[in-house]
């Protein structure tokens, strides 16, 4: 047993020693800032940067061993870069407003993305910011004062404080807001029990903040993600019909906690974000009956679906139905090779509501919305 103690000890040892290593500095306002970086091994130009902002009295090490950024580097094929935060008084904490601290921890993440852009060759036109509970305030404030500079950001477990919701963003952004309805620390409608204390616009009001700064109307289109996991949550997406894409994933029965884990949940955080960073979880712009040789109605839909071929004969007879992870769930086959304007139906009752997608033997596509 003490030679496994021992032998764990000198891996920890190992791999404390080598993230430390790695552990970069930067020097703004006279101190020294600590940040890590992770390049993808094989790329080529210039290279999109994703900022992962850590919660309240957490640090560069634990956070790279909870994620693994050098993973999602490579998965991402973008840089990250991992900031650390300033002990403001309760530990590493962003400077969101809730102190009396003059640190400008929104000019140290601009001047180190100046000087990272061109050490390693970043895209100045691909910046994105995510971040965790008090990082997810952060990404916030980073989006209000420098969303001319940020292509998309998505605050996780975050809110809005009040001295920034008083401020006009600077420009619209992309906006991915992502949020537990039973989290006790940070909690949906802005109350924390875990701090006793109101800490900033609760979820709804954020996103009303964003519809009127990203110029949005109307009612929200809402799908929800399939749920196929027995793990007592459920992922609603809400998508506003703005000038600039602005979406909020609601995590009914989400706790205080960062979901990546696809065994025990059915959805990875980092993926859902991945994809509304590179515009493929957009629901809204759906046609309303044909996309290339397809032409499908209703859409959105209570179950029921019918399926047309036009413009030709399709050499391949095969309709199929995939859910958004792409797994297969349905498929038709017509006789004889569908023929122009022969119409099939599919029945997607038995299936969760969210986003579908349709394909035609030819490889047309068409995306569905199936209603709840």
């Given at each position: 047993m003490k030679k496994i103690q021992s032998l764990c000890l000198l891996l920890a040892l190992f791999l404390f020693g080598n993230i430390s290593a790695q552990i970069q500095h930067f020097t703004w306002q006279g101190v020294q800032r600590d940040y890590l970086v992770?390049?993808?091994?094989?790329?080529?130009?210039?290279?999109?940067?994703?900022?992962?902002?850590?919660?309240?009295?957490?640090?560069?090490?634990?956070?790279?061993?909870?994620?693994?950024?050098?993973?999602?580097?490579?998965?991402?094929?973008?840089?990250?870069?991992?900031?650390?935060?300033?002990?403001?008084?309760?530990?590493?904490?962003?400077?969101?407003?809730?102190?009396?601290?003059?640190?400008?921890?929104?000019?140290?993440?601009?001047?180190?993305?100046?000087?990272?852009?061109v050490q390693y060759q970043l895209d100045p036109d691909s910046v994105f910011f995510t971040g965790f509970s008090m990082g997810g305030f952060m990404t916030h404030r980073m989006a209000i004062e420098h969303g001319d500079r940020i292509t998309a950001c998505a605050p996780v477990s975050g809110l809005i404080y009040y001295e920034q919701a008083s401020l006009t963003p600077v420009a619209p952004v992309r906006m991915l807001h992502i949020h537990g309805t039973s989290d006790p620390v940070v909690g949906y409608n802005g109350s924390s029990t875990a701090f006793g204390s109101n800490l900033g616009l609760g979820v709804?009001?954020?996103?009303?903040?964003?519809?009127?700064?990203?110029?949005?109307?109307?009612?929200?289109a809402i799908d929800t993600l399939p749920d196929l996991k027995n793990d007592g949550l459920r992922f609603i997406r809400y998508t506003y019909n703005c000038g600039t894409d602005l979406q909020h994933l609601k995590v009914v029965g989400?706790?205080?906690?960062?979901?990546?884990?696809?065994?025990?949940?059915?959805?990875?955080?980092?993926?859902?974000?991945?994809?509304?960073?590179?515009?493929?979880?957009?629901?809204?712009?759906?046609?309303?009956?044909?996309?290339?040789?397809?032409?499908?109605?209703?859409?959105?839909?209570?179950?029921?679906?019918?399926?047309?071929?036009?413009?030709?004969?399709?050499?391949?007879?095969?309709?199929?139905?995939?859910?958004?992870?792409?797994?297969?769930?349905?498929?038709?086959?017509?006789?004889?090779?569908?023929?122009?304007?022969?119409?099939?139906?599919?029945?997607?009752?038995?299936?969760?509501?969210?986003?579908?997608?349709?394909?035609?033997?030819?490889?047309?596509?068409?995306?569905?919305?199936?209603?709840?």
């Open positions: 992770r390049i993808p091994a094989n790329h080529e130009g210039t290279l999109p940067v994703l900022f992962f902002l850590h919660g309240l009295g957490d640090n560069i090490t634990n956070y790279n061993q909870e994620l693994n950024f050098g993973q999602i580097a490579e998965e991402f094929g973008w840089a990250i870069v991992v900031p650390q935060a300033r002990n403001l008084g309760m530990g590493n904490m962003w400077n969101v407003g809730m102190t009396n601290s003059n640190v400008d921890d929104a000019g140290f993440l601009m001047a180190l993305l100046d000087s990272l852009t709804d009001a954020i996103m009303d903040y964003w519809q009127n700064a990203n110029g949005c109307s109307g009612e929200p989400g706790n205080h906690t960062w979901y990546d884990n696809v065994n025990q949940y059915d959805v990875d955080y980092k993926n859902i974000i991945y994809e509304f960073f590179t515009g493929h979880s957009t629901p809204s712009g759906i046609p309303d009956r044909k996309t290339g040789q397809l032409q499908v109605w209703p859409n959105p839909t209570n179950g029921i679906l019918h399926i047309q071929t036009s413009d030709s004969p399709l050499s391949n007879p095969e309709i199929r139905v995939y859910d958004v992870y792409g797994k297969m769930i349905d498929v038709v086959v017509g006789a004889n090779n569908y023929s122009p304007l022969q119409t099939a139906q599919i029945d997607l009752a038995r299936c969760p509501g969210g986003v579908y997608f349709v394909q035609a033997g030819d490889g047309a596509v068409t995306k569905v919305v199936l209603e709840r």
